[in-house]
């Protein structure tokens, strides 16, 4: 089991452009988030999904959108990039119990 | 809407030093509670959880956290830290009740150990 899988791993964008970060899992679980990691504040939640289907916004999901493909794949889309969107981005997935995270994403908007 | 304290922000100790990190969650309900570790350049592992039964929780590493209902409190402990102990820990809360199942997490605790 690859677990979860993110691509890019690294991405340097200018202001305005739009780009899209892929999140997968094969562990079979139903629920999928996405977080973003910054300095002194710890991880906060963009958005999740509950069930294919189905998506719910978290603490901070201005500036961005969310596709849940289908079980598997949970992709986070940002339309118009801001210099406040440079973070470290996580995707994780849970069934029961704990989350699983990937690798994570190092966005740079310049 | 729960929140997460962990009121130490970088810790710096020698190796064999005894560690205990703290972490205060707001809510009143039920809660499952967790703490996860980042080693440098790495993404976030579980170092242990609690969801309901003995209090005291062993995880990997040999770390364990106490779960004090009365103080809202989840406080890591590790009687004889290792240089491989240096990394970024999180405590984290999911409030089972709320019907959401997203973690909230603390700020984080930078632990540097020192060989």
């Known amino acids: 089991n690859a677990g979860v899988t993110q691509t890019p791993k690294f991405q340097v964008l200018k202001t305005g452009q739009s780009m899209t970060l892929q999140c997968a899992q094969d562990?079979?679980?139903?629920?999928m988030y996405w977080y973003r990691q910054d300095p002194g504040m710890g991880l906060r939640l963009i958005y999740y999904s509950a069930s294919e289907g189905t998506t719910d916004k978290g603490e901070v999901p201005n500036g961005y959108n969310v596709s849940r493909l289908n079980k598997r794949e949970f992709s986070l889309r940002l339309e118009s990039a801001a210099p406040s969107q440079t973070s470290v981005y996580f995707c994780?997935?849970?069934?029961?119990?704990?989350?699983?995270f990937g690798p994570g994403t190092r966005l740079t908007v310049l | 809407a729960q929140s997460v304290s962990q009121h130490n922000h970088h810790v710096i100790l020698s190796e064999a030093a005894s560690l205990e990190l703290g972490c205060n969650y707001s809510y009143g309900g039920t809660v499952n509670l967790f703490w996860y570790v980042q080693y440098p350049g790495q993404h976030l592992q579980l170092l242990l959880k609690?969801?309901?039964?003995?209090?005291l929780v062993k995880g990997i590493k040999g770390f364990e956290a106490e779960f004090i209902k009365s103080k809202f409190s989840f406080n890591l402990r590790k009687p004889s830290v290792q240089w491989s102990d240096t990394a970024e820990y999180f405590c984290a809360v999911n409030a089972w009740d709320t019907g959401r199942r997203a973690l909230t997490f603390g700020s984080g605790t930078r632990l540097q150990v020192q060989p």
């Open positions: 609690y969801f309901s039964g003995d209090p």
């Open positions: 562990m079979n679980h139903n629920s």
């Open positions: 994780a997935s849970r069934e029961t119990g704990e989350q699983f």
